[in-house]
T-cell receptor
Framework: GQQVMQIPQYQHVQEGEDFTTYCNSS?????IQWYKQRPGGHPVFLIQ?????EVKKQKRLTFQFGEAKKNSSLHITATQTTDVGTYFC?????????FGAGTTVTVRA | AAGVIQSPRHLIKEKRETATLKCYPI?????VYWYQQGPGQDPQFLIS???????DKGSIPDRFSAQQFSDYHSELNMSSLELGDSALYFC??????????????FGEGSRLTVL
């Protein structure tokens, strides 16, 4: 079945630094979604990427979808304490949304 | 704006008991998903419904069952509860477009503790 791998599992970042989390699927995806879950909260939709090679930006967040539609990345610049949480990618293939394990981000002030 | 409503928010049960979780999707969303999230883990897909019919099945145990009713709300029934069933159960709804699942709107979750 479809599997979505996400690395790293944990990311400890100094405030102001950049980091990237990566997502890889074993199968070609129709689209990929990214969610953020704050501690004690529920996953909140960030973005959906549909097109091969698509790049989307949301302020300090840059999302990319690979040319083969099997991998994706989320890059955050100038990390802030508000970026704390777990970032999940979720691969969509024919209405089957599979979540990656998530990258849990902590920020050192 | 209306969000996904889940109840109860917290539930404590003993082993071998039964539990029922309820989910009220966002109005006009015809698809409901159930996810189970253990501590420090990613949400694991259990089951989904589209237009009151089961559309996909994930890692839902045979002891669990679910359905979607005519008003689109859904219930997850869990029987013969085990300690390992302790988790946060999320319901999410979406309005699928084309071949894409569409954005999932998650409820705040129901935390089940089995003692």
């Amino acid at each position: 079945g479809q599997q979505v791998m996400q690395i790293p599992q944990y990311q400890h970042v100094q405030e102001g630094e950049d980091f990237t989390t990566y997502c890889n699927s074993s199968t070609t995806l129709s689209n990929i979604q990214w969610y953020k879950q704050r501690p004690g909260g529920h996953p909140v939709f960030l973005i959906q990427l549909v097109k091969s090679g698509e790049v989307k930006k949301q302020k300090r967040l840059t999302f990319q979808f690979g040319e083969a539609k099997k991998n994706s990345s989320l890059h955050i610049t100038a990390t802030q304490t508000t970026d704390v949480g777990t970032y999940f990618c979720a691969g969509d293939n024919d209405y089957k949304l599979s979540f990656g394990a998530g990258t849990t981000v902590t920020v050192r002030a | 704006a209306a969000g996904v409503i889940q109840s109860p928010r917290h539930l404590i049960k003993e082993k071998r008991e039964t539990a029922t979780l309820k989910c009220y999707p966002i109005p006009r969303h015809d698809t409901v998903y159930w996810y189970q999230q253990g501590p420090g883990q990613d949400p694991q897909f259990l089951i989904s419904f589209y237009e009151k019919m089961q559309s996909d099945k994930g890692s839902i145990p045979d002891r669990f069952s679910a359905q979607q009713f005519s008003d689109y709300h859904s219930e997850l029934n869990m029987s013969s509860l085990e300690l390992g069933d302790s988790a946060l159960y999320f319901c999410a709804s979406s309005d699928p477009r084309g071949r894409n699942t569409g954005e999932l709107f998650f409820g705040e979750g129901s935390r089940l503790t089995v003692l």
